[in-house]
């Protein structure tokens, strides 16, 4: 079937600026697979379904807009923490500015090298979990990302692993158009930790596909920030095998646009998915759009998952949810739980929200609610009566409306580093 | 300490007049309790000296130590040396107790003119305090108020009153939702801060709270005024004949 003009016209542009990286063995393949997925769909446009809040323009634009590196005095997330650290700029990997890539309970490598190599376990992975993930709805940028990534790594948790592996990107060039692509297999039995935080690029598209085997426990706390005209359009594919959790949490500050999707696919029964979202949006120096599109699906008994979205808006900022749990027939004793709300600091921000819940089974527990309010009065005045001054009192409320998404962060010090980078966040916009 | 002369206050959203010309002085190092039926304007009372907002004040004015408390905000009435313990202590979720102690005892340090009191130097004290209430570490660590029984909320109103050493304290039915045991551990608190500087406010129902925290002056309020002052004899009083009397007498 030929595709709708405006598609099409989206699709060649883009096309014209990319080629397929070389890549040997079952990589080549892959890739064009995913190539002929993407040129089947065409580019999103705002009359798609879930396209309608989010004009699709930037990320599908041939060249990025141009993004400055912003520069601020605070030390980068999670600089106290204990990790393996892997560095990118702009997208590329760097060697010379990573730890060395060694730590009991992992194999690491980077894409190029596992897609050179004929067997192996990557392959079972790259690009399979994003193909299964367009439907009923499409994901054109990331089957676009899997054709063109340029690198990417490939994590392999065999056991429980002693520190968590940290995935910093970092934003030199200012027209910089970043493809990244992630693979992470854990083991059963095994657990990791991977944290994510840095601007990127001017634009970033970033795929991170996580295939957690029975009984594996996978963790992952990321920031989104600092860069206020960067771009980034970023999709997590999660497969989880029976008795197994996935918990996924995302900080986003600044930034044009923003969207980040996630299909989860609990496909063994007793299987746990949390996917959470603390966003602070201000639109004084640059717009802010930030778009969270989930989609859960529950495919076996008795699993649980949650997703909890809190945003904070102000000066014209835009936040947009669309959440999704859809209950398969025999996905009994399901249990479902979503939440999205924003806060508006003004009457200039807005927030457009979807939830949906499809059930096709009987026993299940299944919640949602959505909502849209102002900062809580009786809450600012209890703590202005301590002393604590209006606008010191109003950013501890911030918090507070955030708490929830927070608590999704497992690790007590991680979710520490978080709220102490939106504390800052908050007293920076005071100052201004 | 507090002079309040002829308040009058009306609901801001409606033309409803709460406050109808209230009068009252206190001195330092006494204890004045208002006792009243439901709806007689003593929680408005407390709010419109700490400075929420949804109140008018049309007529009077409030002092205290000769400043002007309508004209400031609630944080500089807090600095100035009122605190009012709230009926319903609020939950702040994700605000540690400690890290919410520390900023509160510091914004009001800096407001004075003082230096930030250190970590260390803060710790102990809250830890002091606590003890003395029955606080424990989890208490002090978990978000404020999130999840705390109606006593402990209490008797974490006590220990920010304790730390931040107010002159005028204002207590909100503060026995509400607490049992026997619990009111004594408050009571106890409160009676500790009793001192010839710091003035209390106490607004209850019953008389039961009154034997804990013994008022040197009792006042009755109903229909937005003091109609009755008297000594704690008037708080027995109110609880063998309940307000009906005295609503009655003054027509």
Same mark, same amino acid.
């Given at each position: 079937?030929? +595709?709708?003009?405006?598609?099409?016209?989206?699709?060649?542009?883009?096309?014209?600026? +990319?080629?397929?990286?070389?890549?040997?063995?079952?990589?080549? #393949?892959?890739?064009? *697979?995913?190539?002929?997925?993407?040129?089947?769909?065409?580019?999103?446009?705002?009359?798609?379904?879930?396209?309608?809040?989010?004009?699709?323009?930037?990320?599908?634009?041939?060249?990025?807009?141009?993004?400055?590196?912003?520069?601020?005095?605070?030390?980068?997330?999670?600089?106290?923490?204990?990790?393996?650290?892997?560095?990118?700029?702009?997208?590329?990997?760097?060697?010379?500015?990573?730890? %060395?890539?060694?730590?009991?309970?992992?194999?690491?490598?980077?894409?190029?090298?596992?897609?050179?190599?004929?067997?192996?376990?990557?392959?079972?992975?790259?690009?399979?979990?994003?193909?299964?993930?367009?439907?009923?709805?499409?994901?054109?940028? &990331?089957?676009?990302?899997?054709?063109?990534?340029?690198?990417?790594?490939?994590?392999?948790? !065999?056991?429980?692993?002693?520190?968590?592996?940290?995935?910093?990107?970092?934003?030199? %060039?200012?027209?910089? %158009?970043?493809?990244?692509?992630?693979?992470?297999?854990? #083991?059963?039995?095994?657990?990791? !930790? +991977?944290?994510?935080?840095?601007?990127?690029?001017?634009?970033?598209?970033?795929?991170?596909?996580?295939?957690? &085997?029975?009984?594996?426990?996978?963790?992952?706390?990321?920031?989104?920030?600092?860069?206020?005209?960067?771009?980034?359009?970023?999709?997590?594919?999660?497969?989880?095998?029976?008795?197994?959790?996935?918990?996924?949490? !995302?900080?986003?500050?600044?930034?044009?646009?923003?969207?980040? #999707?996630?299909?989860?696919?609990?496909?063994?029964?007793?299987?746990?998915?949390?996917?959470?979202?603390?966003?602070?949006?201000?639109? =004084?120096?640059?717009?802010?759009?930030? %778009?969270?599109?989930?989609?859960?699906?529950?495919? &076996?008994?008795?699993?649980?998952?949650?997703?909890?979205?809190?945003?904070?808006?102000?000066?014209?900022?835009?936040?947009?949810?669309?959440?999704?749990?859809?209950?398969?027939?025999?996905?009994?004793?399901?249990?479902?739980?979503?939440?999205?709300?924003?806060?508006?600091?003004?009457?200039?921000?807005?927030?457009? &929200?979807?939830?949906?819940?499809?059930?096709?089974?009987?026993?299940?527990?299944?919640?949602?609610?959505?909502?849209?309010?102002?900062?809580?009065?009786?809450?600012?005045?209890?703590?202005?009566?301590?002393?604590?001054?209006?606008?010191?009192?109003?950013?501890?409320?911030?918090?507070?409306? +955030?708490?929830?998404?927070?608590?999704?962060?497992? *690790?007590?010090?991680?979710?520490?580093?978080?709220?102490?980078?939106?504390?800052?966040?908050? =007293?920076?916009?005071?100052?201004? | 300490?507090?002079?309040?002369?002829?308040?009058?206050?009306?609901?801001?959203?409606?033309?409803?007049?709460?406050?109808?010309?209230?009068?009252?002085?206190?001195?330092?190092?006494?204890?004045?309790?208002?006792?009243?039926?439901?709806?007689?304007?003593?929680?408005?009372?407390?709010?419109?000296?700490?400075?929420?907002?949804?109140?008018?004040?049309?007529?009077?004015? $409030?002092?205290?130590?000769?400043?002007?408390?309508?004209?400031?905000?609630?944080?500089?009435?807090?600095?100035?040396?009122?605190?009012? $313990?709230?009926?319903?202590?609020?939950?702040?979720?994700?605000?540690?107790?400690?890290?919410?102690?520390?900023?509160?005892?510091?914004?009001?340090?800096?407001?004075?003119?003082?230096?930030?009191?250190?970590?260390?130097?803060?710790?102990?004290?809250?830890?002091?305090?606590?003890?003395?209430? /029955?606080?424990?570490?989890?208490?002090? /660590?978990?978000?404020?108020?999130?999840?705390?029984?109606?006593?402990?909320?209490?008797?974490?109103?006590? @220990?920010?009153?304790?730390?931040?050493?107010? /002159?005028?304290?204002?207590?909100?039915?503060?026995?509400?939702? @607490?049992?026997?045991?619990?009111?004594?551990?408050?009571?106890?608190?409160?009676?500790?801060?009793?001192?010839?500087?710091?003035?209390?406010?106490?607004?209850?129902?019953?008389?039961?709270?009154?034997?804990?925290?013994?008022?040197?002056?009792?006042?009755?309020?109903?229909?937005?005024?003091?109609?009755?002052?008297?000594?704690?004899?008037?708080? @027995?009083?109110?609880?063998?004949?309940?307000?009906?009397?005295?609503?009655?007498?003054?027509?």
């Amino acid at each position: 079937m030929a +595709l709708p003009a405006a598609k099409q016209g989206a699709l060649n542009g883009r096309l014209a600026t +990319l080629s397929l990286p070389e890549a040997g063995a079952w990589g080549t #393949e892959a890739r064009r *697979d995913a190539l002929a997925r993407l040129e089947a769909m065409g580019l999103p446009g705002r009359r798609d379904e879930y396209w309608r809040f989010t004009d699709p323009g930037l990320l599908n634009a041939a060249e990025p807009a141009t993004a400055a590196a912003f520069e601020n005095d605070e030390a980068p997330l999670f600089s106290a923490v204990d990790r393996l650290k892997l560095v990118f700029v702009d997208g590329v990997f760097s060697p010379e500015k990573s730890d %060395d890539i060694a730590l009991e309970g992992l194999e690491i490598e980077r894409l190029s090298e596992a897609m050179s190599r004929d067997i192996h376990w990557v392959r079972e992975v790259y690009g399979v979990l994003e193909a299964g993930a367009h439907s009923p709805v499409p994901r054109p940028h &990331a089957a676009l990302n899997t054709a063109f990534a340029r690198d990417g790594i490939c994590i392999r948790a !065999t056991g429980k692993v002693s520190k968590p592996v940290s995935l910093i990107y970092l934003h030199e %060039d200012a027209g910089s %158009d970043a493809i990244l692509h992630h693979v992470i297999r854990v #083991e059963p039995g095994a657990e990791m !930790t +991977l944290l994510e935080n840095g601007p990127a690029a001017a634009r970033f598209n970033k795929c991170l596909e996580v295939d957690v &085997a029975d009984t594996g426990r996978f963790n992952h706390v990321r920031a989104q920030g600092r860069d206020h005209e960067r771009v980034a359009v970023t999709h997590v594919f999660a497969r989880l095998g029976a008795e197994s959790t996935f918990k996924s949490f !995302t900080m986003t500050v600044n930034g044009v646009m923003t969207r980040n #999707e996630a299909v989860i696919d609990l496909t063994g029964p007793d299987a746990t998915a949390h996917i959470a979202g603390a966003c602070l949006g201000d639109g =004084a120096k640059a717009a802010f759009h930030h %778009d969270d599109t989930v989609f859960v699906r529950h495919r &076996a008994e008795n699993c649980e998952s949650r997703q909890v979205f809190k945003k904070v808006l102000r000066n014209g900022a835009t936040g947009v949810f669309q959440g999704k749990i859809l209950v398969d027939p025999g996905a009994q004793k399901t249990d479902g739980y979503q939440i999205s709300q924003s806060l508006l600091l003004d009457g200039d921000s807005q927030f457009l &929200a979807k939830p949906e819940l499809e059930i096709y089974a009987d026993d299940v527990k299944c919640s949602h609610g959505s909502t849209s309010g102002a900062i809580d009065e009786t809450g600012l005045f209890y703590l202005r009566s301590r002393g604590i001054p209006e606008g010191e009192a109003t950013d501890l409320m911030v918090i507070a409306f +955030l708490a929830e998404a927070i608590d999704e962060i497992e *690790d007590s010090v991680l979710a520490e580093d978080v709220i102490e980078r939106l504390k800052g966040w908050l =007293a920076r916009r005071r100052r201004s | 300490m507090l002079e309040i002369r002829n308040l009058h206050v009306k609901l801001e959203e409606e033309d409803k007049q709460i406050l109808k010309g209230v009068d009252l002085t206190i001195e330092p190092g006494t204890v004045h309790a208002i006792m009243g039926p439901n709806g007689s304007g003593k929680s408005t009372l407390s709010y419109v000296l700490s400075g929420r907002d949804g109140y008018e004040v049309t007529e009077g004015s $409030a002092s205290l130590e000769g400043q002007d408390l309508l004209s400031m905000e609630p944080e500089e009435r807090a600095a100035a040396g009122l605190f009012l $313990a709230f009926q319903y202590p609020v939950e702040i979720p994700g605000v540690g107790n400690m890290t919410f102690l520390r900023t509160a005892v510091n914004a009001q340090r800096v407001a004075r003119g003082q230096d930030e009191m250190s970590a260390a130097d803060f710790l102990k004290l809250v830890r002091e305090k606590a003890k003395d209430l /029955k606080i424990d570490a989890d208490m002090l /660590k978990r978000p404020v108020n999130v999840g705390f029984s109606g006593g402990e909320k209490k008797r974490n109103e006590i @220990l920010q009153m304790a730390m931040l050493e107010p /002159k005028m304290c204002i207590l909100d039915e503060t026995d509400s939702g @607490l049992d026997v045991d619990a009111m004594k551990l408050v009571s106890d608190g409160v009676n500790a801060l009793r001192d010839a500087g710091r003035s209390f406010l106490v607004i209850t129902h019953y008389q039961r709270l009154l034997d804990h925290i013994r008022p040197d002056i009792v006042h009755i309020m109903a229909n937005g005024r003091i109609i009755r002052t008297g000594g704690p004899d008037l708080a @027995l009083e109110v609880e063998t004949n309940g307000y009906g009397d005295l609503l009655a007498e003054v027509g």
